[in-house]
C-alpha cells in the first residue's frame, strides 16, 4: 500500500515490516558471529511474520529472489551497515560522549547490547506501537538496557525535539545520533528538516552515522517490481516502489557540510571489502551500489 499523510503501521506492515527484514538479517549476521546481537532473533519471532520466521528457520530459498542470493549473503550486507552504526556509537563513547539518540530505532537493540560507559543515557525515537512492542518483548526475555535508557515515542513527524527534550535530552552536551534505514522513507523536504532538526539539538563534538542514497530510481524501476514479484512468491507483501519517497533530494554530505559537520563516507562497495567481504555483481545488489555510510563530527 503507498504512503499516506499520517499514514502508520506496525512491525508486520508497511515501512515496519522493512524494519524487521533488516532484524531478520541481524539475526542471521548473528548466527555468523559476523555481529554481535543476541536480541534480534527474539524480537522477529515475536513479530510473527511467516516469512521472516521461515527465513530463520532455513525455510526460505533466497535463490529464487536472486541467484547466488544466500543467508551468508543477507548476513554480511547486514554486517556492514551494523558495524558502520556500532562504530560510530562506540567511537563517540571513546571521546567522552555520554548521550545517544537512535531516531527511527524499529527493533534496533543497541541499547540493551552496547557496551556503554556509566554515565550514557541513550534515546531511542519511534512510533508508540513500535516502542511498545520492543521494550515489552525485551523485558519478557529478561534483556536488560546497558546504559540509561529512555524511550520517545512519538512519530518523527511531529514535535520530537521537544518530546525528546521533555524526556530529559540535554542539548548542551554532545551527542551521538543515528539515522540508520531512514531516509529513503522520508519525503525530501522532511530529509533536510531532520539534519535541521538534528543540527538544532546538537551541541559541537556531536556525532551522527546515516546514509546517502545518491538515486533512489531502482526501488520504482523494472529490476524492483521484479524483485518485489518474486518475493511475493515466498509470502513477502513488502512493495518497495510504495514506500520510499522520490523526488528531487539534498546530497546528504554536502547539506551537513554547510551545516557545520565535518563529514566522511564508506562506500558500499568499499565496506564489504573493509570487512573481508566480496561484492555480489547481480541486479538485488546493484540496487543498493551506489549507497555511502555517512559519518559526521559537528565543529566547535
Same mark, same amino acid.
Given at each position: 500500500? =503507498? ?12 515501512? !515496519? ?30 513479530? !510473527? ?90 523485558? &519478557? ?5 546497558? =546504559? ?44 533536510? &528538516? ?23 530510481? =531502482? ?40 551545516? !557545520? ?40
Amino acid at each position: 500500500m =503507498a504512503r499516506t499523510e499520517g499514514d502508520t503501521w506496525d512491525l508486520a506492515s508497511s515501512v !515496519g515490516a522493512t524494519a524487521t527484514m533488516v532484524a531478520a538479517q541481524r539475526a542471521l549476521g548473528h548466527r555468523e558471529k559476523l555481529i554481535d546481537d543476541p536480541y534480534a532473533e527474539p524480537l522477529v519471532r515475536a513479530v !510473527g511474520v511467516e516469512m521472516f520466521d521461515r527465513l530463520l528457520d532455513g525455510e526460505l530459498d533466497l535463490t529464487a529472489v536472486e541467484p547466488g542470493f544466500t543467508p551468508l549473503r543477507a548476513a554480511e550486507s547486514m554486517a556492514v551497515r551494523t558495524r558502520f552504526f556500532d562504530q560510530m556509537f562506540t567511537d563517540a563513547a571513546d571521546a567522552g560522549v555520554r548521550q545517544a539518540v537512535i531516531l527511527a530505532s524499529g527493533l534496533d537493540a543497541r541499547g540493551y547490547r552496547l557496551p556503554w560507559p556509566t554515565g550514557t543515557t541513550v534515546f531511542e525515537v519511534d512510533q508508540p506501537e513500535v516502542i511498545e512492542f520492543k521494550t515489552t518483548t525485551l523485558a &519478557k526475555i529478561g534483556a536488560a538496557p546497558t =546504559a540509561t535508557h529512555r524511550t520517545v515515542a512519538i512519530d518523527l513527524r511531529d514535535d520530537w525535539p521537544k518530546a525528546l527534550r521533555d524526556n530529559g535530552f540535554d542539548p548542551t552536551q554532545p551527542t551521538a545520533w543515528s539515522a540508520e534505514g531512514l531516509l529513503i522513507y522520508l519525503p525530501p523536504e522532511a530529509q533536510d &528538516k531532520l539534519f535541521d532538526d538534528i543540527t538544532a539539538l546538537s551541541a559541537p563534538g556531536s556525532r551522527l552515522a546515516t546514509e546517502h542514497v545518491p538515486d533512489l530510481s =531502482a526501488f520504482t524501476d523494472e529490476r524492483s517490481k521484479a524483485m518485489s514479484d518474486r518475493l511475493k512468491a515466498l509470502g513477502s507483501d513488502i512493495e518497495m516502489a510504495d514506500l520510499v519517497y522520490q523526488g528531487d533530494r539534498s546530497h546528504v554530505v554536502e547539506y551537513l557540510a554547510v551545516r !557545520g559537520w565535518e563529514t566522511s563516507t564508506l562506500p558500499m562497495r568499499e565496506g564489504h571489502a573493509l570487512h573481508g567481504f566480496d561484492f555480489p555483481d547481480d541486479e538485488m545488489s546493484a540496487m543498493w551500489a551506489d549507497l555511502a555510510y555517512v559519518s559526521a563530527v559537528l565543529r566547535g
